[in-house]
């Protein structure tokens, strides 16, 4: 089994920058880290991801130059910084992990384990 543990968002005001974290645990080797989001009403999407331990980075549009996306091997863990955040930003954000399935980066169907989710609120 794998648990993910988010840590880490909150409110922030409109430009503001926020971080938001995840922490893995079990026996697993890892293929990729990612974070998604799911705002009221709207399905969950992908905002960025990592792979292990190669560390290639994937952005959604919606997220280049204003998102990072870092990973630290010793811990397993992984923050997503989030500078000159939008209202349309505020969602719950989601770390994900990805196993055993060799589906695309961009799907959530992709990731076999999930955290339980934080809530970003970006204040307009």
């Known amino acids: 089994q794998v648990q993910l543990v988010e840590s880490g968002g909150g409110l922030v005001q409109t430009g503001g920058s926020l971080r938001v974290s995840c922490v893995a645990s079990g026996r697993f080797s890892i293929v990729r880290m990612g974070w998604f989001r799911q705002a009221p009403g709207k399905e969950r999407e992908f905002v960025a991801a990592?792979?292990?331990?190669?560390?290639?980075?994937n952005y959604a549009d919606s997220a280049k130059g204003r998102f990072t996306i870092f990973r630290d091997i010793a811990k397993t863990a992984m923050s997503l910084q989030m500078n000159s955040l939008k209202a349309d930003d505020t969602a719950v954000y989601y770390c994900?992990?990805?196993?055993?399935?060799?589906?695309?980066?961009?799907?959530?169907?992709?990731?076999?384990?999930w955290g339980q989710g934080t809530q970003v609120t970006v204040s307009s």
């Open positions: 994900a992990a990805q196993i055993y399935n060799s589906g695309s980066v961009y799907n959530v169907r992709s990731y076999e384990y």
């Open positions: 990592v792979t292990w331990p190669a560390g290639s980075t």
